[in-house]
T-cell receptor, first 112, second 112 residues
Framework: GESVGLHLPTLSVQEGDNSIINCAYS??????FIWYKQESGKGPQFIID?????DKRQGQRVTVLLNKTVKHLSLQIAATQPGDSAVYFC???????????FGQGTRLTINP | EPEVTQTPSHQVTQMGQEVILRCVPI?????FYWYRQILGQKVEFLVS????????KSEIFDDQFSVERPDGSNFTLKIRSTKLEDSAMYFC??????????FGQGTRLTVV
């Protein structure tokens, strides 16, 4: 069915450490994935995307990895900063569809 | 940087009343969306709109909901007779292609 889920609802990391947020998806017809960051009271903010014909994409301090074999997506944040504290959602776009299916979200907390 | 703008930021309405949520998508975008997020939960797709017609809609988007693009810039979501369970954050989003979406800051709808 159409579902995107996350392994952990919360993640706490030390400032300066790397963070890894995971996401499992179930629809093998999904061909495009996005990570969003949502701060309290705000809308989802686009972080990085990846197409299904890729397995890795890098941005500024962020890397997304896609493993289609096990239907797994991860977001790596390097040198985590206090401003990275937020809820992170993965979202998938099923091929041919004009909508995103969101996962449950992971709350990332940065410890000083 | 271009952004999706939504008004109002907060709307309180009585059960049974009609509400209209307004959005100005990013100017060169062609695809428009409404999503909602009940407090503490994931973001849920409501409807997508392209070429002046609905492309897809979810089960949530029943006969009480409608969307309109009355002019070249605005995109509205109308709820004809609000119910308590319609209380949520409503996010408008837009995109230049069928993939992905950039979100506004949301309208918090409270039905009392």
């Amino acid at each position: 069915g159409e579902s995107v889920g996350l392994h952990l609802p919360t993640l706490s990391v030390q400032e300066g450490d790397n963070s890894i947020i995971n996401c499992a998806y179930s629809n093998s017809a999904s061909d495009y994935f996005i990570w969003y960051k949502q701060e309290s009271g705000k809308g989802p903010q686009f972080i990085i995307d990846i197409r299904s014909n890729m397995d890795k994409r890098q941005g500024q301090r962020v890397t997304v990895l896609l493993n289609k074999t096990v239907k797994h997506l991860s977001l790596q944040i390097a040198a985590t900063q206090p401003g990275d504290s937020a809820v992170y959602f993965c979202a998938e776009n099923i091929e041919g569809a004009q909508k995103l299916v969101f996962g449950q979200g992971t709350r990332l907390t940065i410890n000083p | 940087e271009p952004e999706v703008t939504q008004t109002p930021s907060h709307q309180v309405t009585q059960m049974g009343q009609e509400v209209i949520l307004r959005c100005v998508p990013i100017s060169n975008h062609l695809y428009f969306y409404w999503y909602r997020q009940i407090l503490g939960q994931k973001v849920e797709f409501l409807v997508s709109f392209y070429n002046n017609e609905i492309s897809e809609k979810s089960e949530i988007f029943d006969d009480q909901f409608s969307v309109e693009r009355p002019d070249g810039s605005n995109f509205t979501l109308k709820i004809r007779s609000t119910k308590l369970e319609d209380s949520a954050m409503y996010f408008c989003a837009s995109s230049a292609t069928r993939r992905g979406a950039f979100f506004g800051q949301g309208t918090r709808l409270t039905v009392v």
